[in-house]
């Protein structure tokens, strides 16, 4: 694991088997410098151990950048659950992973990701007390963030379109929506009312379905929505989607959605920036969720301040796209610096 591409000096890295549950899981500690290593969980079918590892090891890494510049005294870490046709999700296999997660202690925080609702995360909680993103507590009325991502993630999109395109309204520009799960489809809400055309796409036919009536979307492809030509491209599916091969075909000059790791390599923000495409890089605008689900854990929150912090996120986007202007450097790069530097000076 010590040579695996993306092992950054991770703090711990966690494989945890249930046979009796069937659980195959991997629990990775980035960094607790800034607090405890706190971020979702995925559920996923991954074609192998070394896929899921890899997931594990740069989702949690994610984790330490997005929670360092969302300000939050939290560190990152991240778990992946290996499902598979004869390992299918279930309350024992949720209970096992959540006793897994106490015996770290605390230095994991756990809560929803791809493939984990909150229904999921009351299960885990009756195993161990380091959950978030549980419903009815003071701060949060459901204990889901992805409404809160989407808040942040449109905010974002304000701020770029602002930054790029010199404008302050959405109305009438064209976004493309990879995704209509949780993050997507309540992004498309906020937009749709500030009067943007969408162009959306889901491997769910009757998502698409729903946007499209809602919303009076264009109903894409999911091979073709990365190439719609659209002043915003939102990717919220999964991540790795921007390479050598896909940006060269790109018909927008902003990329600012919620997926995590949409860089498939690090010289990818690079290629964007080359591709004269502003990027809000992933783990600066998605992070709304982290920041409700972080400060329910955290306590002392109200409603109202933890979205007057969701609210900060466009400036700091706004100060990542300035030094890029100013530098001629690519923004991933830029906000890598940030985070490193905030990481650094917590150790
Ligand atoms: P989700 O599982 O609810 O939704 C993902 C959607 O993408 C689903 O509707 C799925 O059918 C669709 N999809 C999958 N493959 C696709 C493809 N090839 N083309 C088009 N659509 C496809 O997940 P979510 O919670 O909405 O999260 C979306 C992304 O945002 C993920 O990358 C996640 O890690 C990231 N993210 C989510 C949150 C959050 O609060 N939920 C926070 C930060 C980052």
């Known amino acids: 694991m010590y040579d695996h591409p993306s092992f950054d000096k991770h703090e711990r890295v966690v494989f945890a088997h249930d046979a009796a549950s069937g659980l195959r899981a991997i629990v990775a500690v980035h960094s607790t410098a800034r607090g405890p290593g706190a971020g979702g969980c995925r559920f996923w079918h991954y074609d192998s151990t070394n896929a899921a590892l890899a997931d594990a090891l740069r989702l949690s890494r994610g984790m330490s950048y997005k929670n360092a510049m969302a300000g939050l005294p939290l560190g990152g870490g991240k778990a992946v659950v290996m499902l598979d046709p004869e390992r299918p999700k279930t309350p024992a296999m949720l209970e096992a992973f959540g006793r897994y997660v106490e015996s770290l202690q605390g230095e994991y925080i756990t809560a929803e990701d791809v493939g984990a ?16 993103g549980l419903p009815r507590t003071a701060v949060s009325s459901d204990g889901n963030p992805s409404p809160k991502t989407a808040l942040g993630v449109y905010l974002g999109i304000k701020a770029a379109v602002k930054f790029k ?40 036919e009757a998502v698409t379905q729903k946007a499209a009536a809602q919303f009076d979307a264009v109903v894409s492809t999911p091979d073709q ?33 919620a997926a995590n790791n949409q860089l498939a390599t690090a010289q990818d923000g690079a290629r964007l920036h080359a591709a004269g495409v502003l990027y809000a890089p992933d783990y600066v605008i998605n992070a709304g969720g982290i920041i409700s689900c972080g400060r329910e854990y955290l306590g002392g929150a109200t409603a109202a301040s933890i979205d007057a912090e969701i609210h900060r996120i466009p400036a700091r986007l706004t100060e990542i796209f300035a030094r890029s202007g100013a530098t001629g450097r690519p923004t991933s790069e830029l906000a890598d610096e940030m985070a490193r530097q905030l990481l650094a000076e917590a150790r």
Do not use: H, W
């Open 225 to 257: 929505i990365l190439f719609e030509r659209a002043d915003v491209l939102a990717p919220c599916a999964l991540g790795a989607i921007f390479d050598a091969t896909s940006i060269p075909k790109l018909q927008t000059s902003i990329v600012a959605g």
């Open 117 to 132: 609702s909150v229904a999921d995360m009351e299960i885990v909680a009756g195993q161990t007390r380091y959950v978030s």
């Open 165 to 204: 395109l010199n404008k302050d309204q959405l109305r009438d520009l064209t976004v493309a929506v990879q995704g209509l799960g949780g993050v997507g489809y309540e992004l498309c809400k906020l937009l749709a009312a500030d009067g943007a055309k969408l162009r959306v796409a889901d491997v769910r």
